[in-house]
């Protein structure tokens, strides 16, 4: 089993739709949580830190489920601009203080007119 | 600006060649780390470095070299026992400690010649 799993897509939405992004983990120690944007042959780039109780920046959401190992990107009102690869990764918080980030394979998400 | 800058954005290696990636931050970061990434897949840890003068492998170190003899500099040398060398390389950073994201510089591409 992969340490952290996404469905691959793509996903093809309309302007304007929701979607939403799952990701599971296998690491049950692992303590933080965000989700990463990359754009086509780009550098991944912070689109947020996942928190325990759930966080909203603008029309970006993300959930967090400890118990079944879980996390979730909600995305409303889709724009063209929103059309990139979506890589979920885990922070495995290992010992010394070091944070070793496992990424998953991304989900790629296509925003057509 | 601060940020982390990656040369060149484009390599190409001869069979039996080493080849040198630079790797520069101006964050005052103290954790720096490489990664590559294959089509379809996640990044992959290569090196990571938590303090000056000290670095520890990842999960596909063999075939690559690293030195950290500044702050700032983390370069990554590419040898001629790495057989499958063709990928982008990802050079990032962080603040020290646990729960922190990780920023990323904008990458290289290497091929085999």
């Known amino acids: 089993r992969k340490e952290v799993e996404q469905d691959p897509g793509p996903f093809n939405v309309p302007e304007g739709a929701t979607v939403a992004f799952n990701c599971t983990y296998s690491n049950s120690a692992s303590q933080s949580f965000f989700w990463y944007r990359q754009d086509c042959r780009k550098e991944p780039k912070l689109l947020m830190s996942?928190?325990?109780s759930g966080n909203e920046d603008g029309r970006f959401t993300a959930q967090l489920n400890r118990a079944s190992q879980y996390i979730s990107l909600l995305i409303r009102d889709s724009k063209l601009s929103d059309s990139a690869t979506y890589l979920c990764v885990v922070d495995l918080s290992l010992s010394g203080g070091y944070n070793k980030l496992i990424f998953g394979a991304g989900t790629r998400l296509a925003v057509h007119p | 600006d601060g940020g982390i800058t990656q040369s060149p954005k484009y390599l190409f290696r001869k069979e039996g060649q080493n080849v040198t990636l630079s790797c520069e931050q101006n964050l005052n970061h103290d954790a720096m780390y490489w990664y590559r990434q294959d089509p379809g897949q996640g990044l992959r840890l290569i090196y990571y470095?938590?303090?000056?003068?000290?670095?520890q492998k990842g999960d596909i170190a063999e075939g690559y070299s690293v030195s950290r003899e500044k702050k700032e500099s983390f370069p990554l040398t590419v040898t001629s026992a790495q057989k499958n060398p063709t990928a982008f390389y990802l050079c990032?950073?962080?603040?020290?400690?646990?729960?922190?994201?990780?920023?990323f510089g904008d990458g290289t591409r290497l091929s085999i010649l």
């Open positions: 990032a950073s962080s603040i020290e400690g646990s729960n922190q994201p990780q920023h």
């Open positions: 470095s938590q303090i000056v003068n000290d670095f």
């Open positions: 996942v928190y325990s």
